[in-house]
């Protein structure tokens, strides 16, 4: 079973940055996109940002210009760089990785809280 497991996320005023990792129990060669998506209280999960194979990005528009989705292939880690963060931003972070089958993998989470 595929474990990816979260971290970095935590506390920060608005216009701060956090970096959230994400680590894959195997090789992240095996997936066809990994991705980052969150959870707002009441609210439904939403895609931020995914990054193929191919190292192809893409964004939620709430996120552009503020938000870079990266890997490292050798660290089986995908990387979710965060500025400019806003109150707007605070939600459960997941990391989600699918293979070409569809079959997808989720993370349990990391809580990013975006307050003075």
């Known amino acids: 079973q595929v474990q990816l497991v979260e971290s970095g996320g935590g506390l920060v005023q608005p216009g701060g940055s956090l970096r959230l990792s994400c680590a894959a129990s195997?090789?992240?060669?095996?997936?066809?996109?990994m991705s980052w998506h969150r959870q707002a209280p009441g609210k439904e999960r939403e895609l931020v940002a995914g990054?193929?194979?191919?190292?192809?990005?893409n964004y939620a528009d709430p996120v552009k210009g503020r938000f870079t989705i990266s890997r490292d292939n050798g660290k089986n880690t995908v990387y979710l760089q965060m500025n400019s963060l806003r109150p707007e931003d605070t939600a459960v972070y997941y990391c989600?990785?699918?293979?070409?089958?569809?079959?997808?993998?989720w993370g349990k989470g990391t809580l990013v809280t975006v307050s003075s």
């Open positions: 989600n990785a699918e293979r070409a089958s569809a079959r997808k993998y």
């Open positions: 195997e090789s992240i060669f095996g997936f066809r996109t």
């Open positions: 990054i193929t194979i191919g190292r192809s990005a």
